[in-house]
T-cell receptor, first 112, second 114 residues
Framework: DQQVKQNSPSLSVQEGRISILNCDYT??????FLWYKKYPAEGPTFLIS?????DKNEDGRFTVFLNKSAKHLSLHIVPSQPGDSAVYFC???????????FGQGTTLQVKP | EAGVAQSPRYKIIEKRQSVAFWCNPI?????LYWYQQILGQGPKLLIQ????????DSQLPKDRFSAERLKGVDSTLKIQPAKLEDSAVYLC????????????FGQGTRLTVV
């Protein structure tokens, strides 16, 4: 059972435009959500997170939106840069378990 | 601050052989994770330690995989015997405490079983 789903395997955008990556989850117990970025031959690196008590968190060019009723979160990158080209994973967890469940990933390509 | 260290970076073995991976988490991090990432998929949690105790190993194929965390610091993950479908990147991560928060990943070990 895939509790965290990223239904778009890939996304291509032009430099300077907005990139929107989507993630859906099924477990209503999840209360903390994260986005990770991964370059080839490297481990995932933390990008941004959001708690279920919020619906938006912003960090520079990166904004994460959470819609709890729809069990959906999204990552917006504005403006997109070629260096943002990577695989993006969303992850979710609940309370004091510390357990993190990852989605399948979306490969973002930002064209110059 | 030193990151999560993993070794080896690459390993090629024949099926039915055994292999071991090593992980040194960030100093002071109580939680340690082992993930398996098969090509084209997201990381799948194999086992989670809190200090030297196992919190979750529900996805660990216990007939062939084993893991331990020595004195609540370093950890080893072993596969014996390996199968072709074990070919994947094995990622170790650590986080500060038992609450769900950002985990820091090592570079991973790429295992190829032939």
């Amino acid at each position: 059972d895939q509790q965290v789903k990223q239904n778009s395997p890939s996304l291509s955008v032009q430099e300077g435009r907005i990139s929107i990556l989507n993630c859906d989850y099924t477990n209503s117990m999840f209360d903390y959500f994260l986005w990770y970025k991964k370059y080839p031959a490297e481990g995932p690196t933390f990008l941004i997170s959001i708690s279920s008590i919020k619906d938006k968190n912003e960090d520079g060019r990166f904004t994460v939106f959470l819609n709890k009723s729809a069990k959906h979160l999204s990552l917006h990158i504005v403006p997109s840069q070629p260096g943002d080209s990577a695989v993006y994973f969303c992850a979710a967890g609940s309370g004091n378990t510390g357990k993190l469940i990852f989605g399948q990933g979306t490969t973002l390509q930002v064209k110059p | 601050e030193a990151g999560v260290a993993q070794s080896p970076r690459y390993k090629i073995i024949e099926k039915r052989q055994s292999v071991a991976f090593w992980c040194n988490p960030i100093s002071g991090h109580a939680t340690l994770y082992w993930y398996q990432q098969i090509l084209g998929q997201g990381p799948k949690l194999l086992i989670q330690f809190q200090n030297n105790g196992v919190v979750d190993d529900s996805q660990l194929p216990k007939d062939r995989f084993s893991a331990e965390r020595l004195k609540g610091v370093d950890s080893t993950l072993k596969i014996q015997p390996a199968k072709l479908e074990d070919s994947a990147v094995y990622l170790c991560a650590s986080s500060l405490d038992g609450w769900v928060t950002e985990a820091f990943f090592g570079q991973g070990t790429r295992l190829t079983v032939v």
